[in-house]
């Protein structure tokens, strides 16, 4: 079965990727401010990653990269730039939580305050390191296809 939705496909604009990146590290700031359940947070930690991930990759690759897998989307990044290596093993653990979270389990999942603001921490760098290389650079805003 097909993903449908309004609108068709996913957008070519790398800088809106980077715009709901933005979102995501916004909302797990305020949770982790305000005491939210640790899950979400780290859900929206890895939603970030996951969206300044694939702007990053389409705007250097042109093509827009599918899927939700943060070790592949880190190692077609750093295939581009090696220093996106240093983010591979938190991504991977990361990436381990992406249904983890979102869903009931019946063993518990316990996450701690420290690993949510390591996880938000990384997220909020490569976010930072990402959105400086797009928006200091000459290119268009819309991938030419």
Request: glycine letters at 4%.
């Amino acid at each position: 079965m097909s993903r449908r939705r309004k609108g068709g496909h996913d957008s070519l604009y790398y800088y809106k990727w980077l715009e709901k990146a933005l979102c995501d590290l916004q909302t797990a700031r305020v949770l982790l401010t305000w005491g939210g359940d640790p899950c979400n947070i780290a859900f929206h930690c890895q939603q970030a990653i996951e969206k300044a991930l694939k702007g990053f990759l389409l705007y250097r690759t042109g093509r827009h990269f599918d899927g939700h897998n943060l070790t592949y989307l880190c190692r077609q990044a750093a295939l581009i730039e090696e220093r996106f290596l240093e983010y591979l093993t938190e991504s991977a653990a990361l990436n381990n939580l992406y249904i983890e979270t979102r869903y009931p389990t019946d063993l518990p999942l316990d996450i701690d305050e420290h690993t949510v603001r390591q996880y938000l921490n990384m997220a909020e760098d490569m976010f930072a390191a990402i959105r400086q290389e797009l928006y200091e650079s000459d290119k268009p805003e819309r991938v030419q296809l």
